[in-house]
């Protein structure tokens, strides 16, 4: 059973860059037919979709958030990461990573991140 563990520091100074990890278990980053995401879920507001990578290594992200953002991984140690750089308050939410396949899909337990000074 796939888990999902995210880390990084809660807090980040507005124009930093906000970098997080999920370490994975349960499976490898490198499996077929799945898929390893990034969300977010600002205060009082939705899930928004951050960005993704596949077995490959290749990516995709958010029109919105695209040159912000860089998400990569680490085989060896079967972990994803996304880095969001040039953060501002607006960037404040719990993140998620979030795995799936065709059918089933994976949340880790979510960090929350403040942006502030």
């Known amino acids: 059973q796939v888990q999902l563990l995210e880390s990084g520091p809660g807090l980040v100074k507005p124009s930093q860059t906000l970098s997080l990890t999920c370490t994975i278990s349960?499976?490898?980053?490198?499996?077929?037919?799945?898929?390893w995401t990034w969300i977010r879920q600002p205060p009082g507001k939705g899930l928004e979709w951050i960005g993704s990578i596949d077995k490959n290594g290749d990516t995709g992200a958010s029109p919105s958030l695209k040159s912000r953002t860089s998400i990569s991984r680490d085989t060896a140690k079967n972990q994803f990461t996304l880095q969001l750089s040039s953060v501002t308050p607006e960037d404040t939410a719990v993140y998620y990573c979030?795995?799936?396949?065709?059918?089933?899909?994976?949340w880790g337990q979510g960090t929350q991140v403040t942006v502030s000074s």
């Open positions: 349960g499976a490898s980053i490198t499996t077929n037919n799945f898929w």
């Open positions: 979030h795995s799936h396949d065709i059918t089933f899909g994976t």
